[in-house]
């Protein structure tokens, strides 16, 4: 079954640098890849999605890779500030045997910038 | 604010109780999704919902279903509650059918099971 893999310890940085947040899947080969910032107690919130065929891809402050060879994306946050403090979720949608797509979310990586 | 919205925002319950938890998509939207979250189990699909027809089952429990409305509002229900069932329960929706991008998520339900 699909598996995604996320670092489950907290990432700590100061303030102004760049965070970068791994996410690794097995088992698939998805045509997309997408990003979620949730907040405690909220519902995610849609960050950025990058298609297969796209290395690369910018919006603001963040930057996604996706490396179908390796089953990695890497997610960035340039600049950081104290509120990019979330947990980030990778997401994919691997399809079920009825040929439907099960949207499957990782468990997250909390980020915390410290000022 | 996502243009989604949950009700209630709390709902606490005995075991045994049955519960229904609604969803209104963002306009336009046809597609609902609904998600259990809890602190050991991450977010979890319980089933998708296109248009009124169902497109997709999760790890949904046969004690949980759910529909979709003409008017395209959804509602979960949950039945026979045990204290398991205790999670925050959120909605998304998405314009799309076949694909389960750009999800745009509700504050959640938080229910909890005494």
């Known amino acids: 079954s699909q598996k995604i893999e996320q670092n489950s310890e907290a990432l700590n940085i100061q303030e102004g640098k760049t965070a970068t947040l791994t996410c690794n899947y097995t088992n698939y080969s998805p045509a997309y890849l997408q990003w979620y910032r949730q907040d405690p107690g909220r519902g995610p919130v849609f960050l950025l999605l990058?298609?297969?065929?796209?290395k690369e891809k910018r919006k603001e402050r963040l930057k996604v890779t996706f490396d179908t060879t390796l089953k990695q994306s890497l997610f960035h946050i340039t600049a950081s500030q104290p509120a990019d403090s979330a947990t980030y979720l990778c997401a994919l949608d691997p399809p079920s045997s009825g040929g439907s797509y099960i949207p499957t979310f990782g468990r997250g990586t909390s980020l915390i910038v410290h000022p | 604010d996502s243009g989604v919205t949950q009700t209630p925002k709390h709902l606490i319950t005995a075991t045994g109780q049955r519960v229904t938890l609604r969803c209104s998509p963002r306009s336009g939207d046809l597609s609902v999704y609904w998600y259990q979250q809890s602190l050991d189990q991450g977010l979890q699909f319980l089933i998708h919902y296109y248009n009124g027809e169902e497109r997709a089952k999760g790890n949904i429990l046969e004690r949980f279903s759910a529909q979709q409305f003409p008017d395209l509002h959804s509602e979960l229900n949950l039945s026979s509650l045990e204290l398991g069932d205790s999670a925050l329960y959120f909605c998304?929706?998405?314009?799309?059918?076949?694909?389960?991008?750009?999800?745009?998520f509700g504050p959640g339900t938080r229910l909890t099971v005494t």
């Open positions: 998304a929706s998405s314009v799309y059918g076949t694909s389960t991008s750009e999800q745009y």
């Open positions: 990058i298609r297969e065929n796209e």
